[in-house]
């Protein structure tokens, strides 16, 4: 009989924040794996609905040396940047900010679903930039659903987010190669897991699901053994996330909202927020969240 362990490389349990109204699940960065690919910090959050007149408010902060992923399921978020960008996300579509040589920007709950309560139910993941890519120019993408193509296979549909997967390619902007995929299972249904990723991990965020025939815990994240084909299935019906991509040949060192392959590139963004170096956000410019006195990777106020 398959086990989880045939199918599975590594199982990374997640660390659970409870913020009160909504609780956020962090599988990475973890203790024994930092990256899947290009991806080096994945959030879960929800689902949530807040209080009525409550909003999330994410207040402005920095990033460097990578691009940040943010994906709904419910919800909408209001994303301001630096750059000058300003996009409320829904679900069906993907925000792609990539911060390269450094970025500002600030995710708040639309004040026009303040007054009944917003929901809030998606993911968070940080995308670190490849060797000879972590200085771009920094840069907003709001990819609409039409750039995400939907592949069904019964009862099984997938929206490919970024990347190349089934036979359809998202629109999405990749600066190393780059898998992401939301798999909805509307009933009994399976897909396969392709194998063609270095590396690859599967989340389940809603319902029940397996992989290769045994079941997945919620907000866990499997690392998929390299070139193994699984295949993802549900009997009555859930939603997993899949994730990865061309491994690193270089580490990358994170410390708050600053990913890089130099630490002295992260002590210098350190220094430029303390001194205020950073750009400003056109219409959120009275706010910022202070850097921490220790090391730590983002958290939702």
């Known amino acids: 009989m398959a086990t989880i362990e045939s199918s599975v490389l590594e199982t990374i349990t997640p660390v ?3 913020l009160g109204a909504f609780k956020v699940n962090r599988t ?3 203790k024994q794996r930092t990256m899947v690919g290009p991806f080096i910090f994945v959030d879960e959050f929800g689902p949530a609905r807040l209080p009525a007149g409550q909003g999330m408010d994410v207040r402005p902060h920095p990033h460097i040396n990578l691009a940040t992923v943010t994906y709904l399921f419910e ?3 209001d994303h301001r940047d630096s750059i000058g960008s300003h996009a409320v996300i829904e679900p069906g579509a993907i925000n ?9 920007h600030s995710e708040r709950s639309p004040q026009a679903v303040r007054a009944d309560g917003p929901s809030l139910y ?9 060797d000879g890519r972590e200085e771009v120019e920094p840069a907003f993408d709001h990819v609409p659903g039409s750039g995400l193509p939907l592949v069904e296979d019964g009862a099984a549909r997938a929206r490919v987010l970024m990347g190349s997967l089934w036979g359809a390619t998202a629109a999405t902007r990749c600066d190393s190669p780059t898998i992401y995929a939301d798999i909805d299972f509307g009933g009994s249904g399976s897909i396969p897991i392709e194998a063609g990723a270095d590396e690859r991990a599967v989340m389940l965020v809603g319902g029940d699901a397996e992989l290769d025939g045994q079941p997945l815990e919620l907000f866990t994240l499997y690392v998929l053994r390299p070139g193994h084909e699984a295949r993802l299935s549900s009997a009555s019906g ?9 491994a690193f040949a270089t580490p990358r060192h994170v410390f708050w909202n600053f990913v890089s392959s130099s630490r002295d590139r992260i002590n210098q963004a350190k220094e430029d927020w303390k001194a205020q170096r950073f750009p400003l956000i056109p219409g959120d410019d009275k706010e910022f969240i202070p850097i921490p006195d220790v090391p730590k990777t983002v958290s939702y106020p």
């Open 238 to 246: 859930g939603r997993a996330m899949l994730m990865g991509g061309q």
């Open 122 to 130: 998606g993911m968070q993941t940080w995308i670190a930039l490849p």
């Open 28 to 30: 990475l960065p973890a």
């Open 96 to 104: 792609l900010m990539t911060a390269g040589s450094g970025i500002v």
């Open 75 to 77: 919800g909408a978020i």
């Open 16 to 18: 659970t924040h409870d």
